[in-house]
């Protein structure tokens, strides 16, 4: 069991991990088809994109479970599944990275807006309990509720996890950029209010991923710091936002434009510092080499 | 006459649904788009009034407004809420051909593709205009966008993708369409579209959100 928590205490910054999406994407998977049945299916090439952020530096290795609620699965007729492709994704990185390093499993949104009525509290709630537990049962050391924007399903989610496993819990949220130095989720969440109900539910680390880029991430971490004085915060951001050249998706931000933004992060409060879409091994290279350089 | 049409622009602008509702609180007690509705039609009001003067102002003035940031998604959903318990009101009328829709917009996320989230929030915004909405759902081929063109005649396509991979399916159903049903409006719309992809693949319009949709329908 590695902590995360203990970790901080030792390190000034900690370096999570990149992509998996666009990875996975790379590496063969079509639209349409469900990223988490790779985990039965192709392991190798999913053991691949752990073993590639542990090489480039990562302290923190995610999962291949973001859209592993039975939620989500239901799609493609896997919610009967949900156990078995939580648990193997934990247990891929988990196997895959050296002990040292920690496996921070995580866990997206259900892609349903509570307040529509199309699904209770209480569906949702089970939903997120039962990922919670089977990626603690394939080994990771901490859960990562993340790319969240509402309140509600974001605070069920934070309990379910605390309340029936015994990891700490990362709860991040994905912030638009409406004025200056103002941020809101598609909900209207803003930053401060995220930190206020998320550390009441019970998140030991707080953060932001996804969005528009790294130049947004420096004043949101301001304002999560600013609410919660106390807690570890983490970022990490999208490689800019993508654009269609031919057949592929090209992300513009550089490894090294991503890492220049490293010491404003920390500075502003950040302790763990990442990448999401379009963020790559050498993305996460430069990371590190910005992060061992403020000591 | 225009009071109570104002009244039901504002119930449907703040989302107040019915008397009962507890939302927004600052109009607890109050009637809602429901009683309003129902209010005016009894009145002797005509649908296409109580729809395009009341129900519809409402609905604009929130769309706009969430064009702005001014408000969010949930404020969308309770307007549409509120929209819904309205129309209710004004299904007879439609069934007797008083009511008037401004005509019909097909829907959909295309194939390959399985969010809806902005998909669910033109459809609604666009049904709170005065159209009629065919939401065809998620993952949607070229050939359904197609039966759902030739089965409402005249009617406009929107196409939503949030995924890079998925938006280039659009540019295949756009030249289907156009191909097999010659003059069809196509919009399309989700996070990583711009107007330039839109250009690029021979859609008639692109919109960043709900409200331009609108805009798009009503030229």
């Known amino acids: 069991m590695v902590s995360i928590l203990e970790m901080l205490d030792r390190k000034k910054v900690l370096v999570s991990d990149g992509a998996w999406g666009t990875f996975l994407v790379q590496k063969g998977l079509k639209p349409g088809e469900c990223p988490e049945l790779w985990n039965i299916e192709h392991p190798y090439a999913v053991a691949d994109i752990a073993r590639a952020y542990a090489e480039a530096g990562s302290d923190m290795v995610s999962t291949n479970s973001f859209g592993g609620s039975r939620l989500k699965l239901a799609h493609f007729g896997l919610e009967a599944r949900a156990g078995e492709l939580n648990e193997a994704a934990a247990r891929l990185t988990r196997e895959t990275i050296s002990p040292d390093k920690a496996v921070f499993a995580s866990m997206g949104p259900t892609g349903k807006i509570l307040m529509m009525g199309d699904v209770t509290e209480e569906d949702v709630y089970e939903a997120f309990r039962e990922q919670a537990l089977a990626l603690e049962r394939g080994g990771a050391d901490a859960l990562c509720i993340e790319t969240m924007t509402a309140l509600d399903e974001a605070g069920i989610a934070v309990r379910a996890a605390k309340q029936n496993t015994r990891l700490p819990v990362i709860c991040t949220f994905t912030f638009d950029r409406i004025g200056e130095g103002q941020y809101r989720t598609m909900m209207g969440v803003s930053p401060a209010d995220m930190a206020a109900e998320m550390i009441a539910a019970g998140a030991d680390i707080i953060g932001t991923n996804c969005g528009q880029g790294p130049e947004q991430m420096v004043g949101i971490v301001e304002q999560l710091r600013a609410a919660a004085p106390d807690t570890p915060i983490m970022v990490q951001a999208n490689a800019g936002l993508p654009v269609r050249q031919g057949d592929v998706d090209v992300f513009p931000e550089t490894p090294e434009r991503m890492a220049s933004f490293v010491p404003a992060l920390v500075k502003a409060g950040a302790g763990i510092v990442g990448g999401c879409c379009g963020t790559t091994p050498d993305h996460i290279r430069a990371i590190t080499a910005a992060a061992k350089k403020l000591g | ?219």
């Open chain 2, 1 to 219: 006459m225009a009071d109570l049409l104002e009244q039901i622009a504002i119930c449907i602008e703040r989302g107040k649904v019915n008397k009962n509702s507890p939302y927004p609180p600052d109009m607890k007690g109050q009637d809602g788009a429901d009683e309003l509705t129902k209010q005016a039609l009894d009145q002797g009001i005509a649908p296409d009034d109580v729809l395009g003067k009341g129900l519809v102002v409402g609905m604009g003035r929130v769309g706009q407004k969430f064009s702005e940031n001014k408000v969010f998604v949930p404020d969308l959903l309770m307007a549409a809420k509120a929209m819904s318990a309205g129309m209710a009101h004004l299904k007879p009328a439609f069934e007797s051909g008083q009511a008037h829709h401004k005509g019909t917009f097909v829907i959909g996320t295309v194939q390959g593709d399985l969010h809806d989230i902005g998909k669910n929030l033109v459809a609604m915004v666009v049904e709170g205009g005065g159209w009629k909405v065919v939401d065809l759902g998620v993952d949607v081929s070229s050939e359904k966008f197609l039966a759902a063109v030739k089965e409402n005649p005249g009617a406009a396509v929107g196409l939503s993708a949030l995924l890079t991979t998925t938006m280039v399916n659009m540019e295949k159903t756009v030249k289907v369409l156009k191909e097999q049903v010659p003059g069809t409006r196509v919009i399309v719309g989700g996070a990583p579209l711009t107007s330039e992809f839109a250009k690029k693949i021979g859609a008639d319009g692109y919109s960043p959100d709900p409200q331009g949709a609108i805009t798009f329908l009503a030229a």
